[in-house]
């Protein structure tokens, strides 16, 4: 028996963990309804516009997490180091340690890029620049801070790939943490390269 679901939001998470198994084009209606439990007639009444808009929303969410939990704080905080310290403790919880795909990651990875452009590029967009404005509050010339944030971004982005495709969540975790303490040692008052 179909699941009712009484608001669009309450199904945005399953959503998620769909796209994250099975990516854009693997998750078929199919699938979608199976895993969700709701049948093809509230998934549309919900997204009209179908997957892509269901992508949409998922992205969406994404990005609405990142810009509360780590691109305000980034921009916002009187202290870069724990503004730094705080993004790789959220990104960490976030991604469950490396045991959970960056669904935008995915994304610019596939052919499906091309219908999510935006909410993509934004995306890291967003992330590269708070970083590079909270290196700068601690000293770093603009130039070193966004090459600081640049390889951040690379580094966990990478390290996901890499837990994932060894089945070794742990290459995330020791990555942020070298990511962390080269962030620290950038926010002491400069770049220590």
């Given at each position: 028996m179909?699941?009712?679901?009484?608001?669009?939001?309450?199904?945005?998470?399953?959503?998620?963990?769909?796209?994250?198994?099975?990516?854009?084009?693997?998750?078929?209606?199919?699938?979608?309804?199976?895993k969700?439990?709701?049948?093809?007639?509230?998934?549309?009444h919900?997204f009209?516009?179908?997957?892509?808009?269901?992508?949409?929303?998922?992205?969406?969410?994404?990005?609405?997490?990142?810009?509360?939990?780590?691109?305000?704080p980034?921009?916002?905080?009187?202290?870069?180091?724990?503004?730094?310290?705080?993004?790789?403790?959220?990104?960490?919880?976030?991604f469950?340690?490396?045991?959970?795909?960056?669904i935008?990651?995915?994304?610019?990875?596939d052919?499906?890029?091309?219908?999510?452009?935006d909410?993509?590029?934004?995306?890291?967009?967003?992330?590269?620049?708070?970083?590079?404005?909270?290196?700068?509050?601690?000293?770093?010339?603009?130039q070193?801070?966004?090459?600081?944030?640049?390889?951040?971004?690379?580094?966990?982005?990478?390290?996901?790939?890499?837990?994932?495709?060894?089945?070794?969540?742990?290459?995330?975790?020791?990555?942020?943490?070298?990511?962390?303490?080269?962030?620290?040692?950038?926010t002491?008052?400069?770049?220590?390269?």
């Open positions: 179909p699941k009712i679901v009484a608001e669009r939001s309450d199904v945005i998470p399953s959503l998620a963990e769909i796209f994250r198994e099975f990516g854009f084009d693997g998750a078929s209606l199919s699938t979608i309804t199976e969700t439990g709701l049948g093809k007639g509230s998934l549309y919900f009209p516009g179908g997957k892509e808009e269901m992508a949409a929303a998922v992205l969406g969410e994404i990005d609405q997490w990142f810009a509360t939990k780590v691109f305000e980034l921009r916002s905080a009187d202290d870069p180091r724990s503004a730094v310290a705080n993004m790789c403790q959220s990104v960490s919880e976030y469950r340690s490396g045991r959970r795909v960056c935008v990651g995915a994304f610019a990875l052919n499906v890029r091309n219908k999510f452009s909410q993509v590029r934004d995306y890291f967009t967003e992330w590269r620049s708070a970083l590079t404005e909270a290196i700068e509050k601690a000293g770093c010339s603009h070193d801070a966004l090459a600081i944030a640049e390889e951040t971004v690379v580094a966990v982005q990478g390290a996901l790939v890499l837990a994932r495709a060894l089945d070794e969540p742990e290459v995330f975790e020791r990555t942020l943490d070298r990511v962390q303490s080269r962030l620290v040692a950038a002491q008052g400069g770049d220590q390269r």
